[in-house]
C-alpha cells in the first residue's frame, strides 16, 4: 500500500501504486526537493514508523552516508542523464537503531509536469537488485502481457491503460482516456456489468477493495473471463485519490473448471443411469436407454446401439432424428471395411478423427468422424459426427463407462434367460422322468408280479428247469425296473443333507444285503453331511456290487445263491484324507472295464442290470463329492469317495 502527501498529484500516487510491488522500501521524493513525499508500507515497518511520521520529513532524517544527500541538485540532474543509479548507505529507525542498506534510485515521470525520484532500498546483506530487473518489475506490473492495467481518477473516468488492455479492445488511449470506465469498450457489451462495474467504482472511491470476475468480449467477438481488482489509492490522509483496475486473464483456467464440473455430472449422472439399466427387464429396453443417455448426458448428436446376432450386426437403437438411410440394417461381423464390425471383433474401442482418411465405408459420406465402443460381447455402440475431430478422450471414457454398465445389466439378462431356460428343460425332463416313473411302478411291475404269481403256482406243481430260468428272468426285470426307479429318482440335487456316521450307515446297509459268507471290517468313525436314504443306496450298491462280482464263484453262481458269491470275501470301509473307500479282496475290476463300470447298462455279468454302479455316482455327485474306481491293496476292487467336506 502506497501512502501520499495530498498534494501529489493523483497520476503520480497512481504510478506509485503500481510500483509497490515485491518485498522493498520504497521512498518517494520530487526532483525539486529531499522531502518523503509517498512510502509503502514496508518502509513503515523497517523504520519503526507510521507513514505521517515520515512523509513530509527530510531523507537526511531517514538516511545516511549517501552521495545525494550532499547536493541534491547535482544528483537529480545526473539522475535526468543516467535514468538509474545504485548506492549505499544506512536507514536511521525510530528507535534510533540503524541498518546498511543497498539503494537503487531511478527517475520517473508518470506526467509531463512532474517527476519523481523513486528510492528502492534493501538491507544490505542482500545483493542489489540490477537496474534491468527493477526496471522488468515495476513494467510488470503495469504493461505485463498477461495482465490489463487501468488507472481511474476517483470519479471512474479513465486516466490510463496498458497496451494488453488497449489491444484487446482494439484501440488506442486518446480514444478511452477520460471517459467513465464503464462506457469503455471493456464493457459495453452487457448493460448488467456496466452496472455492478459503476457500483464498485463507487465503493473503491469510497476506500473499498474491490474484486470481482468479469467476461469481456473483444470486437472480434473473442471473449475473455477476467479476475479484475479495483485498489484505491489514498493519501496520508486517507482521501482516494485514484483507483487503480487490475485484471488477470483466467479464461483457460475456468473453462479447465467447467470441463471438470461438466465431467463430474456427466459421471455422477451415468451411475444414476446405471441404477435404470440395472432395472430393465428386456435387452430392447436396455439398447433404448444407451441412445438416449448418449443424447442426453453425453450430448452425442448422432447414435446408435448394435446387438451381435450371429454373425451380423443388428441395430437395436437409433437417435430418433437419423433416418434409415443413415445406417446399415446389418453389417457382418467379419466386414473389414466398417468399425463397428472391427471394433466388435477385437474389443478395442476406436475413435476416428477423420473418417476419409481412413479405409472405412461411412453409411453416408457427410460423417465425418465417430466413436465406437463395444457393449462387452453383446454388440457395439457408435456415435458419428458431420466435423471431423468431434470426439477426445473425454468421451471415450464416459462412453466406456456407460457401456460397462449396459455390458453388465446384459449380461445379468443373458444369465437370467439361461437359467430360465434351463429351467424349462429341467421341468420338462422332471415331467418325463415322473411319467417314466410312473410307467415303471405301474405298468412294468405291476405285470410282472402277476406272471410271477403264476408261475410260483406252476413251479409248486411242476419241477422244470425252464420255470426256473423264467423265475430268474422275472427277477431280474424286477431288479431292472427298481434300479431304473431309483436311478430317476436319486440323479437329483440333494437338499435333505444332515451328518450321518459312517459306521452305523454301513452297518445298516450291510444288514439289508444278502453277503452270504462274506464279511465286512469298518474302519472309521468319520461323519459326513449326507441324504441318509441315500448315501446307504451307496453303501448298498457298492456291497453287493462286491458280493456279486468279487469272486470268481460269484460270477458263476446261479442268481440270488449268496453264500456262493460271498464266499471267502472281505469288505472294508475306511477313512481317506477327504472322504471314504470301499474295498475288498476279490478279483478286482479288469483296466479295461474300469473306465465302464459307472456307464448306465454296463455289467459283466449276464443278469446283472447295469445301473447298480451308475446309480452310486449319480448320487455321488448329487453330493457334489467325486468317486473313482481302482484296485484295492489284496487286488481287488476299491471305490474312492472324495471332495467330502467335514460336516
Known amino acids: 500500500m502506497i501512502h501520499t502527501d495530498t498534494d501529489l498529484a493523483p497520476a503520480v500516487a497512481s504510478a506509485l501504486q503500481l510500483a509497490d510491488a515485491g518485498t522493498a522500501s520504497l521512498l518517494v521524493c520530487e526532483t525539486s526537493a529531499p522531502t518523503v513525499r509517498a512510502v509503502n508500507d514496508t518502509a513503515c515497518q523497517r523504520l519503526d514508523r507510521t507513514d505521517a511520521d515520515l512523509i513530509g520529513t527530510s531523507l537526511d532524517a531517514v538516511q545516511s552516508d549517501v552521495p545525494y544527500l550532499e547536493d541534491w541538485d547535482a544528483f537529480t540532474a545526473d539522475l535526468e542523464s543516467t535514468d538509474w543509479q545504485t548506492h549505499t548507505g544506512v536507514h536511521h529507525r525510530g528507535d534510533g537503531a540503524t541498518y546498511p542498506v543497498h539503494v537503487d534510485a531511478i527517475e520517473l515521470s508518470p506526467t509531463d509536469v512532474q517527476t519523481l525520484v523513486l528510492l528502492r ?41 496498458n497496451e494488453t488492455a488497449l489491444d484487446f479492445i482494439d484501440a488506442t488511449l486518446d480514444t478511452v482516456a477520460g471517459k467513465p470506465f464503464w462506457e469503455t469498450p471493456w464493457w459495453t457489451h452487457a448493460e448488467s456489468l456496466q452496472s455492478e462495474l459503476r457500483d464498485r467504482v463507487r465503493r473503491a472511491a469510497a476506500g473499498e477493495f474491490q474484486r470481482f470476475e468479469a467476461e469481456h468480449v473483444a470486437p472480434e467477438g473473442d471473449s475473455a473471463v477476467v479476475d479484475a481488482s479495483l485498489s484505491p489509492v489514498t493519501s496520508t490522509h486517507g482521501a482516494v485519490t485514484g483507483i487503480v483496475a487490475l485484471g488477470r486473464d483466467i479464461t483457460e483456467r475456468k473453462t479447465r473448471k467447467r470441463q471438470v464440473e461438466r465431467h463430474r455430472s456427466q459421471v455422477h449422472r451415468l451411475h444414476e443411469v446405471a441404477t435404470d439399466i440395472g432395472s430393465l427387464e428386456a435387452r430392447d429396453a436396455v439398447y433404448d436407454r444407451i441412445v438416449e443417455a448418449a443424447e442426453e448426458i453425453l450430448e452425442f448428436d448422432i447414435a446408435i446401439a448394435d446387438q451381435a446376432v450371429g454373425d451380423v450386426l443388428i441395430p437395436k437403437a437409433v437417435s430418433t432424428d437419423l433416418d434409415a438411410q443413415h445406417y446399415y440394417e446389418e453389417t457382418p461381423i467379419d466386414a473389414d471395411d466398417n468399425i463397428a464390425a472391427r471394433v466388435y471383433r477385437t474389443n478395442d474401442a476406436s475413435i476416428v478423427d477423420d473418417l476419409s482418411q481412413h479405409s472405412v465405408t461411412p453409411v453416408v459420406s457427410e460423417f465425418e468422424s465417430a466413436l465406437t465402443v463395444p457393449i462387452g460381447d453383446h454388440g457395439v455402440f457408435q456415435s458419428v459426427s458431420r466435423s471431423t475431430g468431434a470426439f477426445d478422450e473425454t468421451d471415450l471414457e464416459l462412453t466406456e463407462l456407460l457401456m460397462s454398465h449396459a455390458a453388465t445389466q446384459l449380461d445379468r439378462l443373458a444369465t437370467k434367460r439361461e437359467l430360465r431356460d434351463r429351467t424349462q428343460t429341467l421341468e420338462a425332463q422332471n415331467e418325463r422322468l415322473e411319467r417314466f416313473k410312473n410307467a415303471a411302478s405301474h405298468d412294468l411291475r405291476n405285470p410282472l408280479n402277476v406272471a410271477r404269481g403264476y408261475l410260483e403256482e406252476e413251479m409248486a406243481s411242476t419241477d422244470s428247469e425252464n420255470l426256473e430260468e423264467v423265475r430268474n428272468a422275472l427277477d431280474r426285470s424286477l431288479d431292472l425296473v427298481d434300479d431304473l426307479l431309483t436311478f430317476a429318482r436319486d440323479g437329483q440335487t440333494v437338499t435333505n443333507a444332515e451328518v450321518v456316521s459312517l459306521p452305523a450307515i454301513v452297518e445298516e446297509s450291510w444288514r439289508t444285503v444278502e453277503t452270504g459268507d462274506a464279511s465286512l471290517v469298518v474302519d472309521t468313525d468319520r461323519a459326513v453331511r449326507a441324504a441318509p436314504s441315500r448315501l446307504r443306496q451307496v453303501f448298498e450298491n457298492l456291497i453287493r456290487n462286491s458280493v456279486d462280482h468279487g469272486t470268481a464263484d460269484a460270477r458263476n453262481a446261479p442268481r440270488g445263491d449268496t453264500e456262493e458269491a460271498g464266499s471267502s470275501l472281505t469288505i472294508s470301509v475306511g477313512s481317506l484324507e477327504d472322504g471314504f473307500y470301499v474295498a475288498d479282496d476279490g478279483q478286482g475290476i479288469p483296466a479295461a472295464a474300469s473306465r465302464k463300470v459307472f456307464q448306465p447298462g454296463y455289467s459283466t455279468a449276464s443278469d446283472g442290470t447295469g445301473f447298480g454302479l451308475n446309480i452310486v455316482r449319480e448320487i455321488v455327485e448329487a453330493h457334489d463329492w467325486q468317486i473313482e474306481v481302482t484296485e484295492s491293496a489284496t487286488g481287488g476292487a476299491r471305490f474312492d469317495v472324495t471332495d467330502v467336506p467335514d460336516p
Do not use: Y
Open 121 to 161: 532500498t534493501r538491507p544490505r546483506h542482500t545483493d542489489p537488485m540490477p537496474r534491468s530487473e527493477l526496471e522488468r518489475q515495476f513494467q510488470t506490473v503495469f504493461d505485463h502481457p498477461a495482465s490489463f492495467a487501468a488507472v481511474l481518477n476517483p470519479d471512474g473516468t479513465l486516466r490510463t491503460a
